[in-house]
Nanobody, 123 residues
């Protein structure tokens, strides 16, 4: 049974930082690319970062490029999202997901998802 469990969300002031973690279990973690998505109320789920299975390649959309950093530790079966210079518009539920595709922004190409962790950025 594959499980992805996010942690690290919370309330932070604009300009602050948070680090999200996603612990994976149930299948060989290092064989899959990983992505972080977010979804704000009334909006579609969007990719904010992706990382290749070996961690040697990353992808970011322009909205977070230079502020967010994705990384992974295959020995710990964990992927991270470091978020700096947070803005109120970054407020959303954040999800990690695994995929056999890289890079991919398509939610349908991710086969397992975590339950999400809430990030709220106050102005």
């Amino acid at each position: 049974q594959v499980q992805l469990v996010e942690s690290g969300g919370g309330l932070v002031q604009a300009g602050g930082s948070l680090r999200l973690s996603c612990a994976a279990s149930g299948r060989p973690f290092s064989r899959y690319a990983m992505g972080w998505f977010r979804q704000a109320p009334g909006k579609e789920r969007e990719l904010v970062a992706a990382i290749s299975w070996r961690g040697d390649s990353t992808y970011y959309p322009d909205s977070v490029k230079g502020r967010f950093t994705i990384s992974r530790d295959n020995a710990k079966n964990t992927v991270y999202l470091q978020m700096n210079s947070l803005k109120p518009e970054d407020t959303a539920a954040y999800y990690c997901a695994s995929s056999s595709w890289y890079p991919s922004a398509a939610t349908q190409q991710y086969d397992y998802w975590g339950q999400g962790t809430q990030v709220t950025v106050s102005s």
